[in-house]
């Protein structure tokens, strides 16, 4: 069983993971195409920039259920934990939505 303090830093940290799982496909555009670094040609090999919505969606989602389904901590906290969930699974749905859309452009 796990206690309130581990609950709330479980769901802090599914947050955390998905907001900065998020962010990474802002690196790539950082960095001109012949100076990748080793660490964004990995993730274009593994198709992270295809399938790193993914994660991003079910660990906003895992946040939000476990935030309604324990109510650990202050309610400011649960509200800010929510809040941040929900910018994450939309901004994970955009994600998808992008691929379908480049996906189906007929050149």
Do not use: C, H, N, Q
Request: avoid cysteine; glycine fraction near 6%; charge should be positive.
């Amino acid at each position: 069983m796990l206690t309130e303090s581990k609950k709330t830093v479980l769901i802090i940290s599914l947050i955390v993971s998905a907001l900065i799982i998020s962010v990474i496909p802002f690196i790539d555009t950082m960095f001109p195409k012949g100076e990748r670094p080793y660490l964004l040609r990995w993730l274009r090999g593994i198709k992270y920039f295809a399938w790193g919505w993914f994660p991003v969606f079910v660990f906003a989602a895992s946040a939000i259920a476990g935030t309604l389904y324990w109510k650990p901590g202050p309610l400011l906290l649960r509200g800010v934990t929510i809040l941040f969930s929900v910018v994450a699974a939309i901004w994970a749905l955009l994600w998808l939505f992008g691929i379908i859309a480049i996906s189906t452009l007929k050149f």
